[in-house]
């Protein structure tokens, strides 16, 4: 999903204006009339997350100044981009001191407005990678520090904000690198218990012989080795959370101990002689299916319903492709920041091939890869060269003509002759064919099945507009959302196929 931006302006031709310059440079639009519209928009409980704000400095009734303190009180961090009229410098200099981001002057151009969103936007995301990173070292994350626009994880937050309320176990369940930690630190960080120890303990790290040890304690002499008392890790998280993580690689042993601890609320060390109270809240991860670890019984079957309590799991990046390119914007604005590295953005090109890869190894996986890109890149942009498995992985796009010579079928709503703007350049674009000059395609003289054309015009379109995904999605006159699955219907297809013929 594109970023939104929200135009604020009471005159109809200028909102209008700024619409169509808006979504020619690849983002969503959010239009209001008034400065009262502007703040329901960003502050409604159901309202569609706002990336940046356009911004009428005069307007009757809510002006631009008082949207601006209105932003300010209400703790919003959205960056604003104010217009205004030839001759207003005054209220530029009050509208970036009450906390603009930038301005504009009226008519603004294309380019400049697209520079300035560009770079509110890098903004914005450096800002909110930096205070993740200063909250995760201080143990204070939150659910707003969750990069996310997916609707189905949507339903994965509101179950955790719930369970963050109170001190119930919860089990965060999902594929390696998918963010069940993050999910965890924020569920502490929004609770009771956030002023008290967050403890993370990898349970499938810690040598069998030393699982015990490490998490309930032991006493100076108890082994060989054991030189001084060591308290364990319940007792370190006593009156917060205690995180195990892997939990499913626990062995046996342990899990009888681990379970006694969670009905009776105490702990007892290696080689102690009476066990200690503790008041811990548990959160535990796997990346496994733990029932099925029930059922070979390589897992208990008690602790399992002690642990079970409430299961969250978080889908994999290829099941909530839309928060990719927010992702990705996030990842650049850190790296670039880390390695002084002058990089304004991802090409349209690269962003929709990203945004098609299955990423086995989740957001993990994905950060990696932008994390290489911008150390190796050489330009101030990053392109689908940048990303080795994005080219590997690219999927076989329709030629010019089938196989007979003849042109592929293209819907009427591709007939275009606007320019798409491409990551800061305005790349001219040839006009597809009209639908009823082209014929359809065949294979071997029989009509071709109508999903196997379907997904060829899909392709064909992202080609065709440079991996613009919105103006994709608006040209065949479909959701982004429906865009995304027949997308991944398509690899998912792809994928069956190349199985059966290897059989």
Same mark, same amino acid.
Request: hydrophobic share 45%; net charge neutral.
């Given at each position: 999903?594109?970023?939104?931006?929200?135009?604020v302006?009471?005159?109809?031709?200028?909102?209008?204006?700024? +619409?169509?310059?808006?979504?020619k440079?690849?983002?969503?639009?959010?239009?209001?009339?008034s400065?009262?519209?502007?703040?329901?928009?960003?502050?409604?409980?159901d309202a569609?997350?706002?990336?940046?704000?356009?911004?009428d400095?005069?307007?009757?009734?809510?002006?631009?100044?008082?949207?601006l !303190?209105k932003i300010?009180d209400a703790?919003?961090?959205v960056?604003?981009i104010?217009?205004?009229?030839h001759?207003?410098?005054d209220n530029?200099?009050?509208?970036?001191?009450?906390?603009?981001?930038?301005?504009?002057?009226?008519?603004?151009?294309?380019e400049?407005?697209?520079v300035?969103?560009?770079?509110a936007l890098?903004a914005s995301a450096?800002?909110g990678?930096?205070?993740?990173?200063? #909250?995760s070292?201080?143990?204070?994350?939150?659910?707003?520090?969750?990069?996310?626009?997916s609707?189905i994880?949507a339903?994965?937050?509101?179950?955790?904000?719930?369970?963050?309320?109170?001190?119930?176990p919860?089990?965060v369940e999902g %594929?390696?690198?998918?963010?069940?930690?993050?999910?965890?630190? @924020?569920?502490?960080g929004?609770g009771?218990?956030?002023s008290?120890?967050?403890v993370a303990?990898n349970?499938g790290?810690?040598?069998?012989?030393?699982?015990?040890?490490?998490?309930?304690? #032991? =006493?100076?002499?108890a082994?060989?080795?054991?030189t001084?008392r060591?308290?364990?890790k319940?007792?370190?998280?006593?009156g917060?959370?205690?995180?195990?993580?892997?939990?499913?690689?626990?062995?046996?042993a342990?899990?009888v101990?681990?379970?006694?601890?969670?009905?009776?609320?105490a702990?007892?060390?290696v080689?102690g002689?009476?066990?200690v109270?503790?008041?811990?809240?548990?959160?535990?991860a796997?990346?496994r299916?733990?029932l099925?670890?029930v059922?070979?019984?390589h897992?208990?079957?008690d602790?399992?319903?002690?642990l #079970?309590?409430?299961?969250?799991?978080?889908?994999?990046?290829?099941?909530?492709? =839309?928060?990719?390119?927010h992702?990705l914007? #996030?990842?650049l604005?850190?790296?670039? @920041?880390?390695?002084?590295?002058?990089i304004?953005?991802?090409?349209?090109?690269?962003m929709?091939?990203l945004a098609?890869? %299955?990423?086995?190894g989740?957001?993990?996986?994905?950060?990696?890869?932008v994390?290489?890109?911008v150390?190796?890149?050489?330009?101030?942009q990053?392109?689908? @060269?940048?990303?080795p498995?994005?080219?590997?992985q690219?999927?076989?796009?329709? =030629?010019?003509?089938?196989?007979h010579g =003849?042109?592929l079928?293209?819907?009427?709503?591709f007939?275009s002759?606007?320019?798409?703007?491409?990551?800061?350049n +305005?790349?001219?674009?040839a006009?597809?064919? @009209?639908?009823?000059?082209l014929?359809?395609?065949?294979?071997?003289g029989d009509?071709?099945?109508?999903?196997?054309m %379907?997904?060829?015009?899909?392709r064909? !379109?992202?080609?065709?507009?440079?991996?613009?995904?919105?103006?994709v999605?608006?040209r065949?006159?479909?959701?982004?959302?429906t865009?995304y699955?027949?997308l991944d +219907?398509?690899?998912t297809?792809?994928?069956?196929?190349?199985?059966?013929?290897?059989?």
């Open positions: 999903m594109a970023a939104s931006i929200l135009i302006d009471d005159d109809a031709v200028a909102r209008r204006l700024v +619409e169509n310059m808006v979504q440079c690849g983002y969503e639009t959010v239009v209001v009339d400065g009262d519209a502007a703040i329901a928009a960003l502050t409604a409980a569609q997350p706002i990336d940046a704000v356009v911004l400095l005069v307007m009757p009734g809510l002006d631009g100044m008082g949207v !303190a300010r703790g919003l961090n960056p604003v104010v217009q205004t009229a001759g207003g410098i530029v200099v009050s509208a970036m001191r009450a906390g603009a981001q930038d301005f504009v002057v009226k008519p603004v151009g294309i400049r407005l697209q300035s969103l560009r770079n890098n450096l800002k990678e930096l205070q993740r990173i200063r #909250h070292r201080e143990g204070r994350l939150t659910f707003a520090d969750v990069v996310t626009r609707e994880m339903g994965v937050l509101r179950i955790a904000q719930k369970a963050a309320s109170s001190t119930i919860v089990l %594929e390696s690198g998918v963010g069940k930690e993050l999910f965890a630190r @924020a569920i502490h929004s009771e218990r956030k008290k120890p967050f303990v349970c790290a810690i040598p069998d012989n030393l699982v015990e040890s490490i998490l309930f304690g #032991h =006493e100076k002499g082994f060989t080795g054991a001084e060591h308290t364990g319940f007792v370190e998280a006593s917060g959370t205690l995180f195990l993580d892997e939990v499913s690689e626990l062995p046996l342990a899990q101990k681990l379970l006694r601890a969670l009905q009776e609320g702990v007892e060390a080689g002689r009476k066990p109270k503790v008041d811990v809240r548990i959160i535990s796997t990346n299916k733990l099925d670890r059922k070979s019984g897992f208990r079957e602790l399992f319903y002690r #079970h309590v409430l299961p969250l799991t978080i889908p994999p990046l290829r099941a909530r492709r =839309e928060d990719i390119p992702l914007r #996030h990842f604005a850190r790296f670039c @920041a880390e390695e002084n590295r002058p304004t953005g991802i090409s349209g090109e690269a929709a091939q098609q890869l %299955e990423w086995p989740n957001i993990r996986q994905l950060e990696n890869a994390y290489r890109a150390v190796m890149s050489d330009g101030d990053l392109g689908l @060269a940048d990303f498995l994005a080219i590997s690219s999927p076989a796009m329709p =030629e010019a003509n089938g196989q =003849e042109p079928i293209v819907a009427p709503a007939h002759t606007a320019p798409a703007m491409v990551s800061g +305005e790349i001219p674009i006009p597809l064919p @009209a639908a009823g000059m014929a359809m395609l065949t294979r071997s009509m071709r099945p109508l999903e196997e %379907e997904n060829e015009i899909i064909f !379109a992202i080609s065709h507009y440079r991996g613009q995904m919105s103006e999605a608006r065949l006159k479909i959701g982004r959302s865009l699955r027949k +219907e398509a690899a297809n792809d994928s069956t196929a190349g199985t059966d013929d290897a059989n």
